[in-house]
């Protein structure tokens, strides 16, 4: 598995010494890879190691990484000489603070960093743009990304996904912009110092880790603290959240431009983009602006009103680095989406299946409404995995509103990812909170059995739509091979589910 480096000089400014040779723990996920991948662009040697081979780890060691998979001390010996910097997340302190990669780190006394470290030292010389907010981030900094290489710019760019275009979610361009996608989640973007700051919306979320909604709301003020001098605010007006700060922006003396339907009142502030109307057609959209005082047609190849109001925040953002509105509006018309964002897995039987991450019930409701464009005469029919049994306790009401926007709803049981079970919360909560008539919605504790359960509930027409930020990615192919068995052999397709009396149905 060992690979050269890149031989051709990267551009850009010079790779900072401490990640001249950089392990990083974790390598295989989203935004550890992304770093993986921006050392390496920046001609450093990276190694790394996770619990399981995966995509990403094959795509880094066709880079010239050196993976492992497993984790041991012998790992850090993958390198031309001991690891200058050992790069980690606050989840791998938490969920195994005796990691013998770390243990050896301390004994040898090599540097441990954490992720969002080493991305504010990558940005350093760069004009930066950062997205954040409680939904929304990853496909407005995708957007943007797309939109300015469409304009010719070659940015670096760190995103929670992989861009359908490119399959990556990171890479180091040769361009002076960097954008980024800043994790609200635990406060570590506060690492960072944009020369743009986007805020998509601020909604509570991540309370196991901010413990109050107030403590959630103060970490965005902080962050804008760290706007440079003479920086860019872009903010949603729609949501209340991200209003609110954005006038605390203004009375603190920092530039901001506000986009949306609401910025209609009380009147239309210089800078400020009114969203004037949206127009779904099947799976893109149509959005008429006013910008500036000129109407501006904005065309989203991704459904929903909400795709058009993030691409809106992208467009400003773009503006303000300098790219012509023209080719901005072409770049946009063109973006093609991000993996696991209303991503289309398959058809069978007549059925469409999708996959989206949506796990906070703002994020489930926007993309249930995206879903519904696209669904037509259908049904629009969704699988949800909650994520997290605190997030479950906390919102359970709130994610069952959400899910009633589709007219099928089968609810499995929670990925607990990092925390452990809570007693008496599971998905029966959200099943249990979704207004729908009787019949309707479904509860599922078994994930071996959803494949099944759900190929029975489905009908040719209807649109699926799996959702959730843990394992459920996998169940789209599940389904659609079991629906591919049911079509072939439809008088072996197993026995109905009785109509009462089967355990954890509704």
């Known amino acids: 598995m060992n690979h050269a480096r890149p031989a051709e000089t990267p551009a850009g400014p010079a790779l900072p010494s401490q990640l001249q040779r950089t392990h990083l723990i974790g390598i295989g996920g989203a935004g550890m890879s992304g770093i993986a991948r921006l050392v390496l662009g920046r001609g450093g040697e990276v190694s790394g190691s996770d619990a399981k081979d995966s995509r990403a780890l094959l795509a880094l060691r066709a880079l010239g990484a050196r993976t492992a998979v497993g984790h041991a001390a012998v790992n850090l010996d993958q390198l031309s000489g001991d690891p200058t910097a050992i790069v980690t997340t606050k989840a791998v302190h938490q969920t195994n603070p005796d990691n013998p990669e770390l243990l050896e780190a301390a004994r040898r006394g090599i540097p441990v960093l954490h992720r969002s470290t080493v991305l504010a030292a990558l940005m350093e010389g760069y004009r930066v743009t950062c997205v954040t907010g409680t939904a929304g981030k990853t496909s407005t900094t995708s957007m943007l990304t797309v939109a300015l290489q469409h304009c010719g710019a070659d940015p670096s760019f760190l995103v929670g996904g992989d861009l359908n275009v490119s399959g990556a979610g990171a890479h180091h361009g040769t361009g002076e912009v960097f954008v980024a996608e800043a994790d609200e989640s635990d406060g570590t973007f506060l690492a960072y110092s944009p020369d743009i700051a ?35 605010l872009v903010a949603n007006a729609d ?201 309707s919605v479904h509860y599922e504790p078994s994930f071996d059995q959803v494949p099944a359960r759900l190929a029975e509930l489905v009908e040719p027409g209807d649109l699926v739509v799996t959702m959730g930020a843990g394992d459920i990615t996998m169940l789209a192919a599940e389904l659609l091979a079991e629906l591919d068995r049911r079509e072939a052999a439809p008088d072996d397709a197993g026995p109905e589910w009785p109509i009462a009396g089967t355990p954890g149905r509704r």
């Open 198 to 232: 986007v805020v998509t919306n601020v909604e509570a979320d991540h309370l196991d880790h901010h413990g109050t909604v107030e403590a959630y709301t103060a970490v965005f003020d902080a962050f804008l603290e760290r706007i440079r001098p003479g920086g860019l």
């Open 239 to 439: 949501d209340p959240g991200s209003a609110a700060l954005a006038a605390r922006a203004l009375a603190a003396g920092i530039r901001v431009r506000r986009y949306g339907r609401a910025v209609a009142t009380p009147r239309l502030a210089a800078g400020d983009v009114l969203l004037l109307d949206y127009r779904p057609d099947g799976s893109r959209g149509t959005a008429e602006l006013d910008l500036d005082g000129e109407r501006v047609t904005l065309q989203v190849a991704v459904p929903g009103e909400h795709m058009a109001s993030n691409a809106t925040a992208a467009l400003l953002a773009g503006l303000e680095l300098g790219a012509p509105l023209p080719g901005m509006l072409d770049g946009l018309a063109g973006f093609s989406g991000v993996r696991r964002r209303f991503e289309f897995r398959g058809r069978s039987a007549g059925v469409r299946v999708y996959d989206d991450y949506a796990h906070h019930p703002t994020k489930v409701a926007a993309a249930l409404r995206g879903a519904r464009q696209v669904a037509g005469q259908g049904r629009l029919v969704v699988a949800f995995q909650p994520h997290l049994y605190s997030r479950t306790q906390q919102f359970a009401p709130e994610f069952g509103i959400a899910l009633a926007l589709a007219d099928v709803v089968l609810a499995l049981d929670v990925y607990g990812a990092r925390e452990d079970p809570i007693p008496g919360v599971t998905g029966a909560l959200i099943a249990d909170a979704v207004p729908l008539p009787a019949g």
